[in-house]
């Protein structure tokens, strides 16, 4: 696959993420009163499930000849996130406790932090 259409997809089920962490947000922050941390922690838990299955089988396809180790790609999924979710995270502490930057802005400028990280470690190591 070209890509250009790999990070086509990856933006597709990207922007699909980003709705789906902001729902979670905006529902736990303004409807629950839940802080922005413990918000920001579940909405990404919540989007991962959706976002390893559209990886593993539309982005990052194998080839019909290759088999694939799922649970291997799940720990390497799991640690790709990790990665990832933790430098979203550190931004977004950085800008909401060190600059003080609005919450909802900066839960928002973290999603291309994370997106960013998230698509090379998934490429390089889960579904290399």
Do not use: H, R
């Given at each position: 696959m070209k890509e250009s259409r790999r990070i086509f997809r990856f933006a597709?089920?990207?922007?699909l993420n980003a709705l789906i962490i902001a729902a979670v947000i905006w529902l736990m922050m303004d409807e629950l009163d839940i802080d922005y941390m413990l918000s920001?922690?579940?909405?990404y838990i919540v989007a991962q499930t959706h976002n390893f299955i559209w990886c593993k089988y539309w982005i990052f396809p194998l080839d019909k000849e290759k088999k694939s180790n799922t649970w291997r790609q799940v720990l390497l999924f799991s640690i790709a996130f990790g990665i990832a979710y933790l430098a979203q995270f550190l931004f977004l502490?950085?800008?909401?406790?060190?600059?003080?930057?609005?919450?909802?802005?900066?839960?928002?400028?973290?999603?291309?932090?994370?997106?960013?990280?998230?698509?090379?470690?998934?490429?390089?190591v889960t579904f290399k």
């Open positions: 597709i089920i990207g922007t920001n922690v579940t909405a502490v950085v800008l909401v406790e060190g600059l003080n930057c609005d919450e909802y802005l900066a839960q928002f400028l973290g999603l291309f932090i994370y997106g960013g990280v998230n698509f090379i470690m998934n490429k390089k």
